[in-house]
């Protein structure tokens, strides 16, 4: 490390700027203005340092670029295909302007051609019994893992690890942590003309051999015998536990390992998703509060962000995730204030590639 980046480092470390033996086990601080960055290739080193800068002069400390979106990876990582070493190329850049880098993977999809050939029983199973890797919902790339699967588990460990040990990386931001919807947010619905009034088995996940084995073992029922699977609240449980289990058993230990901070994407309609976030032992979580897509307005993300810190026992920071195309004139900012109001630690931004000139003064407002 350069010496001015280790003093940069330092400035940032959060505490009693205590040195000595104690030094590695302090963390960051976490960042409160986050942004999504999705992959650019294009975008050469002068240009990076003039977006990394106008994001700072707007506020913005953090920056989550997309690295790994269930197939090739954008960083090195021994058995996957490296399309390019992404990540480690921005890491400096944004740096030198103080903004920090949390690596942005998505979780259970897999979309690796290798993956599905060798191991298609590590895939979820709908109940009608149609597996996830040659017959996913909605859409072709709802290939999504088990993660009740210990092989699972690991294999998404390992890329968390990989991640932890770059040096430099000041994060990891998962997303994806869960199983498919088994009932869309409502503003969906329309697009892909579907009515989902209740749970229906073609959307209703993971009843793979394994879980079903598993659950019968320690209930003696076999799930897909089930007569009400959406209202067996035993049924439910098991399931939000696979997804609990592998986050905190494998991938917090696997983040902490290289000292990172940990946080995640999280839907709002979190029963819809198996997704019980609020068991996660993350750093902070950034719930994406997308109003359009539940027919929502723009104060629903303020009332999201009270239920999230209420059921996090308001012990955790929440980081009001917001969806930029669904923002007019000055939503953005008034959306924010209520959700201040509401407990928000921070803001987060879907995404870079959405913001136009105004929105930065937006920004600076929100970040004053
Ligand atoms: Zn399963």
């Not at 999809?109 to 149609?130: A, F, L």
């Not at 997804?243 to 999280?266: E, R």
């Not at 009001?320 to 109001?341: C, N, R, S, T, W």
Request: hydrophobic content about 35%.
């Amino acid at each position: 490390m350069k010496k001015r980046d280790f003093l940069k480092s330092v400035s940032t470390i959060l505490g009693g700027m205590s040195f000595g033996l104690h030094f590695r086990f302090i963390e960051k601080k976490l960042p409160k203005y986050w942004i999504w960055l999705r992959p650019d290739f294009k975008t050469k080193e002068d240009e990076w340092h003039t977006i990394f800068a106008k994001l700072k002069a707007a506020g913005i400390e953090a920056v989550l670029p997309q690295i790994y979106s269930s197939h090739e990876a954008l960083f090195e990582i021994e058995g996957y295909t490296v399309k390019e070493r992404w990540l480690e190329k921005i890491i400096p850049i944004a740096h030198d302007h103080g903004i920090q880098i949390h690596a942005w993977m998505w979780t259970m999809p897999c979309n690796d051609p290798q993956i599905i050939e060798k191991h298609p029983e590590w895939y979820v199973v709908n109940r009608k019994g149609e597996p996830a890797y040659n017959q996913p919902a909605y859409v072709p790339y709802y290939k999504f893992l088990c993660p009740r699967r210990n092989e699972v588990r690991q294999f998404v460990q390992h890329r968390v690890k990989t991640l932890a040990q770059i040096p430099e990386l000041d994060g990891i931001h998962l997303d994806y942590v869960r199983m498919p919807d088994v009932i869309l947010a409502k503003g969906l619905q329309p697009k892909y003309n579907i009515i989902q009034d209740q749970e229906y088995p073609e959307y209703d996940y993971c009843y793979c051999d394994y879980c079903r084995s598993e659950y019968q073992k320690l209930s003696g029922v076999d799930p897909m015998d089930l007569d009400d699977p959406q209202n067996d609240k035993d049924w439910y449980e098991f399931r939000y536990k696979a997804v609990n289990d592998m986050v905190n058993q494998y991938l917090v230990p696997a983040a902490k390992s290289g000292n990172k901070a940990i946080t995640a994407a999280v839907f709002p309609n979190w029963q819809s998703v198996r997704q019980q976030w609020h068991q996660w032992n993350l750093d902070g979580f950034l719930p994406m509060l997308y109003q359009g897509f539940y027919n929502e307005d723009i104060l629903w993300i303020g009332e999201e962000v009270a239920k999230a810190k209420q059921r996090l026992g308001n012990d955790k920071p929440v980081f009001a995730g917001i969806f930029l195309p669904h923002m007019k004139d000055d939503d953005l900012l008034q959306a924010y204030q209520h959700a201040v109001e509401k407990g928000a630690n921070g803001f987060s931004i879907f995404a870079y590639g959405n913001l136009n000139p105004k929105d930065y003064e937006l920004i600076k407002k929100m970040t004053k």
